[in-house]
């Protein structure tokens, strides 16, 4: 059959690294900065695609990085490669972005508005904070006013709103525990099972990562080594030790080429390099947290990914490659559970943000760019590629094969229907005050000295509405974190804070 000059697809993929044992990275003068790494991963991925050089391209799009300001940092790459582009794009934050890139270049390239697309991202938060801790100034390039400005190619989505601003309720490493003890009182595991069975899933993705070249730390890690806190790995937002946490302390870069067969034939990129992409979806949960049915449910992940299957005329039973989003445990349960995956399956094709490493919003790229390299070698086979941004809030989906697609490219937002789900109102500190209400989920937040320090806890009142409290009792937080305390009663008083009835 022949395909469709407008087809898209991935013909090349790359993937940087600036590791402390890189000769550059021993001075901060010599260190690389993100730019650098952007632009040696498009170079590599160039290589991949059998290319002998960059080619100029319709669009350069990067992911927006949180260790350097450029201004329009696609700009500097481009100078750097010596290519130009028509357009210099810079998305929003969001780990889902790159794969929301890549579905909104597949659907530019299958309407002719572009041909070849690069996209990429890079973090070089290592070295930046090595730098800071020194007092070293980075001489790394900056925007002046010869800096022509980005163009923002991806929407933006508020993650916190009026309720969780006012509590302070902010932070992935708060947000993210509360999921893993709803996630653990639903499943009916005791404290202590439950920390063994998230040890044992983190373990077997520290063990993926040990065999990626690409990954940041390539050591596996015992179960009993992830939940034991230690020296090197302190409890920061129980039940999370260190290890169980996106490691976001990385100088990494990744890079990928997308184009239409048309402009793949032309550029010459060999046949047995071409990966298509089947399908795509982008959604969100309600959009603030305090609004979520529960926290041991995400119903967007669940639709969204059905969607990008559907899209690809195939169920989760057919698809052989399968790399979820890691940031933490919860959210590959969350993701696994709303696909219908088996948490034992294999479920990351890198090893996941704590252990193949977490470049802020660019972790999917490189995800992306390592599920390429295994279709290449597996003719024929099916990858899925799921991409989270937020507190499990923004999802992005992608269908991949060396096989074409037997129709066009297709892509879903199945917005509307997600935003009729359910819902819960939020009572302020005024509406709860005096009443009582039960914990759904919570958080206990160590300090440095490994002592509790906050716990945060989302209870639900009698009329359904979702209230936040919180606590400072040390005493309450040390016996949080060995019992169970979903579904215990507590009051709420007129500053907010909880007390267990």
């Not at 999917?364 to 809030?393: C, F, Q, S």
């Not at 992608?398 to 037997?406: D, F, K, M, W």
């Amino acid at each position: 059959m022949a395909l469709d000059p407008r087809t898209p697809v991935l013909v090349g993929c790359g993937q940087s690294l600036q590791r402390p044992d890189d000769p550059r990275a021993a001075s901060f003068d010599t260190a690389a900065d993100p730019a650098t790494l952007m632009a040696e991963a498009i170079r590599l991925a160039a290589a991949d695609a059998g290319l002998t050089k960059v080619p100029d391209v319709d669009a350069l799009r990067v992911v927006a990085l949180l260790s350097w300001k450029y201004g329009n940092p696609a700009w500097f790459v481009a100078q750097q490669l010596g290519i130009s582009a028509r357009q210099y794009g810079l998305s929003v934050n969001g780990g889902n972005t790159p794969q929301t890139l890549v579905n909104s270049a597949a659907l530019d390239i299958q309407a002719g508005r572009a041909d070849i697309v690069v996209l990429t991202g890079g973090e070089a938060t290592r070295t930046k904070q090595r730098a800071k801790k020194a007092g070293h100034t980075l001489a790394w390039p900056k925007a002046d006013s010869a800096t022509p400005a980005a163009e923002q190619v991806s929407d933006d989505l508020s993650m916190a709103g009026e309720q969780e601003i006012a509590r302070r309720i902010v932070m992935p490493v708060q947000v993210y525990p509360m999921f893993e003890t709803a996630i653990r009182a639903r499943a009916g595991r005791s404290v202590a099972d439950h920390q063994v069975f998230i040890s044992e899933l983190w373990s077997r993705f520290s063990k993926v990562a040990a065999t990626n070249p690409n990954a940041w730390s390539r050591r596996e890690l015992s179960a009993e080594e992830i939940r034991t806190p230690g020296p090197d790995n302190r409890m920061i937002g129980f039940p999370y030790p260190k290890f169980m946490n996106s490691n976001n302390d990385v100088d990494m870069g990744a890079a990928l080429i997308v184009c239409s067969v048309e402009k793949a034939e032309s550029l010459g990129v060999p046949r047995d390099r071409w990966v298509f992409i089947h399908s795509g979806s982008d959604c969100h949960e309600h959009q603030y947290i305090s609004n979520r049915w529960t926290f041991a449910e995400t119903p967007a992940i669940e639709l969204g990914g059905k969607r990008a299957l559907e899209l690809a005329g195939l169920t989760i039973g057919d698809i052989d490659i399968v790399d979820l989003y890691s940031c933490f445990p919860s959210a590959v349960q969350l993701g696994a559970q709303s696909l219908g995956l088996d948490i034992n399956s294999q479920l990351t094709r890198t090893g996941g943000l704590p252990f193949a490493g977490g470049p802020w919003n660019n972790y999917v790229m490189h995800a992306i760019a390592t599920v390429m390299n295994d279709l290449r070698e597996r003719p024929g086979a099916k990858g899925l590629v799921w991409a989270n941004g937020g507190y499990t809030t923004k999802h992005a989906f992608g269908v991949y094969s060396t096989q074409p697609p037997t129709t066009a490219f297709r892509h879903a937002y199945p917005q509307d229907e997600i935003d009729a789900m359910p819902r819960r109102d939020v009572a302020t500190i005024d509406q709860a005050k005096g009443k009582s209400a039960t914990i759904e989920a919570y958080s206990v937040m160590h300090g440095r000295d490994g002592a509790p320090e906050m716990i945060h806890a989302a209870c639900l009142l009698a009329d359904g509405r979702r209230a936040w409290g919180e606590s400072t009792d040390v005493t309450l937080g040390r016996a949080m974190c060995t019992d169970e305390f979903v579904g215990r009663g507590v009051n709420l008083d007129a500053n907010g804070v909880f007390h267990v009835a």
